[in-house]
């Protein structure tokens, strides 16, 4: 049973590796401004991706918990290949709205039901979400890194074909993962209604509300990292290829903070939040590129520490049949702040007022810390 368990988790980081070659992610303001859009068109499209990402999180979230996160998963990466063939071949605002809301799908599809998969087949479910993460983010490093050098040599569109293909690929060792799904054992399927009822409830629970407050605010923010710093290569006329080391950079930066979860269980979480709030204060007071994103950079080995904590203590709270519609409500949630982040930013940025943007957010962590004081002091006691 071990060594099964062992086998499927290995498919399971393997198809993640493919699914996380995202290049998209990187290279979104970058290959949108390079189509000739502007910066306020540009973050609408991405406040939208987001907001219509929020929509379609909890329904696939129930989907998942009734009929199976493998089938939800599978679906989830061929959307995202066929969402960078959109991509490619669209000419103008809608054309690249609908491929933006094929992403948003894919990802609704992907959320979730990740960890629900996981703790299908993890025996060690806190220490195995928190190397999900490390992983995730590394491989994104990875992508962004590689993804903005292919640029150079062939060109975006080649670049995104490259991206969708790989994702695509995901499925192959997803699919040799040897799971029973829930919709095929009848005595565990329950009804709509009843997961999205039991979902519903146990949110409003203290603590887990707390828990998705400090989710939502800090993985809301974390959710713009990437656009913001790709709008530095039109504010500080930096090439892509450095805008899409810095994004990678911030992957591999969380990659570490998730390993040192990992390694290390702090009793709270109230240092690795006040650490973000206070770096996110002051890149909104800094007035050069170079101290914007390497405090940026910088950040986000807390925030990945903060999300590894957060989804850990999420797997111990929650209950087995309404798993994946928790993690996608709170993704719903989070989707929502990172929405109306992108929305406010984008206009900011056309009348360069963008560091205010980054100031608001840091107070208004620090007011969540104090909102959520019940979770940021106490520790998580496995059941």
């Known amino acids: 049973m071990s060594l ?4 499927d988790m290995k498919l399971y980081f393997a198809s993640l590796i493919f699914s996380y070659s995202y290049f998209w992610i990187a290279l979104a303001v970058p290959y949108l401004t390079y189509r000739g859009l502007s910066g306020a068109q540009i973050f609408t499209l991405m406040s939208l991706y987001q ?7 909890y329904p696939t979230g129930i989907l998942g918990d009734r009929y199976g996160y493998k089938r939800m998963l599978t679906i989830g990466n061929y959307l995202s290949g066929l969402s960078m063939l959109m991509l490619i071949f669209s000419t103008n605002y809608i054309g690249y709205l609908f491929g933006l809301i094929t992403l948003a ?8 039901n990740d960890m629900g998969m996981l703790s299908q087949i993890s025996h060690k479910v806190k220490k195995d979400t928190a190397n999900y993460h490390a992983l995730s983010d590394t491989i994104f490093f990875i992508s962004a890194v590689v993804g903005g050098y292919l640029v150079k040599y062939i060109g975006y569109e080649w670049t995104l074909f490259v991206s969708g293909l790989l994702m695509t690929v995901a499925n192959v060792p997803l699919s040799m993962i040897k799971v029973r799904d829930k919709g095929s054992e009848s005595s565990m399927v329950r009804k709509f209604n009843v997961i999205l009822k ?6 409003r629970k203290p603590l887990l509300a707390q828990v998705i407050l400090i989710a939502s605010i800090f993985g809301g923010f974390t959710f713009t990292i990437k ?3 790709g709008s530095y290569g039109d504010i500080y006329q930096i090439d892509v290829a450095t805008v899409s080391l810095y994004i990678g950079l911030g992957g591999l930066a969380r990659a570490i903070g998730g390993k040192l979860y990992s390694v290390y269980t702090a009793n709270t ?7 973000t709030a206070s770096l996110t204060l002051i890149a909104g007071l800094s007035s050069t590129a170079a101290m914007s994103l390497n405090l940026i950079l910088l950040l986000q080995i807390a925030i990945g520490y903060i999300s590894s904590q957060v989804d850990g203590d999420m797997q ?3 209950e087995d049949h309404v798993r994946s519609s928790v993690f996608s409500l709170k993704r719903l949630i989070l989707r929502l702040v990172s929405s109306i ?11 360069s007022l963008q560091n205010l943007v980054i100031l608001g957010i840091a107070i208004i962590m620090f007011v969540s810390l104090y909102i959520a004081k019940r979770y940021v002091s106490l520790k998580i006691e496995q059941k």
Do not use: C, H, M
């Open 341 to 351: 982040i992108l929305t406010i930013y984008g206009y900011a940025l056309d009348n």
């Open 269 to 275: 979480s109230f240092i690795p939040l006040f650490t």
């Open 227 to 229: 656009s913001i710093v």
């Open 4 to 7: 099964k368990i062992q086998g």
């Open 316 to 318: 111990e709270i929650v």
């Open 51 to 57: 907001l219509i990402g929020a929509f379609l999180e």
């Open 198 to 203: 039991d979902g519903l409830r146990s949110v």
């Open 105 to 112: 799908l894919a990802s609704g599809f992907l959320s979730g």
